[in-house]
């Protein structure tokens, strides 16, 4: 004989949503853990009972049936959000979120606008010391064709 009895849990709060109503995030069902305890009789070669085997309780995980929950997948503007969810036969095995604050994407705006705008008077700078050096080679390439060349 095969028992299975659901064993007390805490659920965390998580929205809960209907199969077929919309969602904004990925569908999933949540594991809940089992009590499962199997236990037979054992009878001798003649068919007289001779014991009773039962194993000892064993903790299972299977998936909600009754409920539907949305892991969000939320968007914060001016910051780079990190979502991981690692999905093993259909059920959840780890979630990590990484949420930047809000404030520091409104502070990096402007720095990310200073950067932006001071590598231009850099770039005009490594471009006329290229030209500057180009000109450079070039004239000293002409004195060894000279020397080369001789009188």
Known sequence: MIQLAALDYDPIEQPMVSAGARSDGILVRRTVPYGLTISALVYN?????KGELQTPLQTVF????EHD???S????PLVSNTTKISLVSGMVQSHE???PSIIMGVVGVPKSILSALVPIPLQIRQQQQAIADAVDKRLNDQADIKKLQGP
Do not use: Q, W
């Not at 299977?62 to 049936?65: H, R």
């Not at 997948?73 to 914060?76: E, F, G, L, M």
């Open 73 to 76: 997948i939320d968007r914060t």
């Open 97 to 99: 979120e990484l949420r």
């Open 45 to 49: 070669f003649d068919g007289n009972k």
């Open 62 to 65: 299977l998936p909600d049936t």
């Open 69 to 71: 929950y949305v892991l």
